[in-house]
């Protein structure tokens, strides 16, 4: 099982960046997916999830608003589109697995892959 995490980069404040999370060697389809992060020196937080289906999406308060995940099945990928990004949201963003029911606590996930780092310049 392999998750691949993509898409950061150096970004000025206000602007936007698209996350991608790469999935091989699962049963994508039957995942929930969520996206995490982790500042230096902070703890790892819940940014968004998406259920199997789709159908269910949570946000944190934070990104409410200004981030959207999605997934497509057919290509085994889900993505978090970030607009209007802060300072404080930069961080490395980790995208993690697991069957089924989405949770918001990392212990709760299967699968993680690498992270994919973000810098927000004010």
């Known amino acids: 099982v392999q998750l691949q995490a993509s898409g950061g980069g150096l970004v000025q404040a206000g602007g936007s960046l698209r996350l991608s999370c790469a999935a091989s060697?699962?049963?994508?389809?039957?995942?929930?997916v969520g996206w995490f992060r982790q500042a230096p020196g902070k703890e790892r937080d819940f940014v968004a999830g998406?259920?199997?289906?789709?159908?269910?999406?949570v946000y944190t308060d934070s990104v409410k608003g200004r981030f959207t995940i999605s997934r497509d099945n057919a290509k085994n990928t889900v993505y978090l589109q970030m607009s209007s990004l802060k300072p404080e949201d930069t961080a490395a963003y980790y995208c993690?697995?697991?069957?089924?029911?989405?949770?918001?606590?990392?212990?709760?996930?299967?699968?993680w892959g690498q992270g994919t780092l973000v810098t927000v310049s004010s």
């Open positions: 060697g699962l049963p994508f389809s039957s995942y929930a």
């Open positions: 993690a697995a697991k069957k089924y029911g989405m949770g918001l606590r990392g212990d709760m996930y299967d699968y």
């Open positions: 998406i259920s199997w289906t789709g159908v269910v999406k």
